[in-house]
C-alpha cells in the first residue's frame, strides 16, 4: 500500500519556508516502503490543486490507495507534526474532508 503525504506551502509564505525543512525531516523519520512524499508550492502547481482553495499555511494531506486519512491545516510546529502523522499513519480510519481534497488525493495517486 501507497501513502502519500503532501504538505501544501506557499513560496511567498515565510512560515512555509521555515517549515519546508521540519516537514522533510519528520517525513524522512518514517518507514518509508511505500511512502511518496510531496511539498506543494500551491501557485507553481496550480493545475494539480484544482479548485482546492487553501487558506491556512501549512496544510497537510495524508491518503493511501483509497481513502484521505487526513486533509487540514496544522500549527508549524515538529512535534505536531510528528504526532499527526505517527496517528494517521497508524490508523486506516478515513477522514471527513471536502471533496477537493479527495480530488487531489486522486491525483497524487495518479502520479499528476
Same mark, same amino acid.
Given at each position: 500500500?501507497? %501513502?502519500?503525504?503532501?504538505? +501544501?506551502?506557499?513560496?511567498?509564505?515565510?512560515?512555509?519556508?521555515?517549515?519546508? &525543512?521540519?516537514?522533510?525531516?519528520?517525513?524522512?523519520?518514517?518507514?518509508? /516502503?511505500?511512502?511518496?512524499?510531496?511539498? %506543494? $508550492?500551491?501557485? $507553481?502547481?496550480? &493545475?494539480? %490543486?484544482? $479548485?482546492? /482553495?487553501? &487558506?491556512?499555511?501549512?496544510?497537510?494531506?495524508?491518503? /493511501?490507495? @483509497?481513502?484521505?486519512?487526513?486533509?487540514?491545516?496544522?500549527?508549524?510546529?515538529? &512535534? @505536531? +507534526? #510528528? #504526532?499527526? +502523522?505517527?496517528?494517521?499513519?497508524?490508523?486506516?480510519?478515513?477522514?471527513?474532508? /471536502?471533496?477537493?481534497?479527495?480530488?487531489?488525493?486522486? #491525483?497524487?495517486?495518479?502520479?499528476?
Amino acid at each position: 500500500m501507497s %501513502i502519500h503525504i503532501a504538505c +501544501l506551502c506557499a513560496a511567498w509564505c515565510r512560515t512555509c519556508e521555515s517549515y519546508q &525543512e521540519v516537514f522533510e525531516a519528520a517525513c524522512a523519520e518514517l518507514p518509508q /516502503d511505500g511512502l511518496q512524499v510531496r511539498w %506543494i $508550492d500551491i501557485e $507553481d502547481e496550480a &493545475e494539480l %490543486i484544482g $479548485d482546492l /482553495d487553501i &487558506e491556512t499555511f501549512p496544510t497537510l494531506l495524508i491518503a /493511501d490507495d @483509497t481513502q484521505v486519512r487526513f486533509a487540514g491545516p496544522l500549527t508549524p510546529q515538529p &512535534e @505536531t +507534526l #510528528r #504526532r499527526v +502523522l505517527r496517528a494517521h499513519l497508524a490508523d486506516a480510519t478515513p477522514a471527513r474532508v /471536502d471533496a477537493d481534497y479527495l480530488k487531489l488525493a486522486s #491525483r497524487l495517486r495518479s502520479g499528476t
